[in-house]
């Protein structure tokens, strides 16, 4: 079961860690997180899949979706530290040439 959740560390961008299986049972609730982090935030938006064990079309399509909303806004959508499981479906969709994966892990804060 994925369980998001979000908070804003030292530098100006804003994480969400998420856990588990980013799926079309899931991704309601991390839609609504994703938003109202938008919404309430300024920065860009960090999205932590290192405990993400796998995502599906409808995920995928919220990556996508998300991303193109906070350029939209002039901002970013990270996706940090994917697992390489998740990594493989990035590449097999071909999304890792548009969304921006970064594969080191999230720096540890005080």
């Known amino acids: 079961m994925l369980a998001p959740t979000h908070s804003k560390p030292d530098t100006c961008d804003n994480v969400v860690h998420l856990t588990g299986i980013l799926d079309v049972r899931t991704v309601g609730d991390v839609r609504q997180t994703l938003n109202e982090l938008i919404d ?55 999304l890792h040439r548009v969304l921006n994966v970064e594969r080191t892990p999230l720096p540890m804060t005080a």
Request: aromatic content about 2%; glycine content about 8%.
């Open 40 to 94: 309430t935030s300024d920065g860009d938006v960090i999205v932590d899949l290192e405990e993400v064990d796998a995502v599906d079309a409808t995920g995928l399509g919220l990556l996508v979706a998300t991303h193109r909303r906070t350029q939209s806004l002039g901002r970013q959508l990270v996706l940090w530290h994917p697992m390489p499981s998740v990594v493989r479906i990035l590449a097999v969709t071909r």
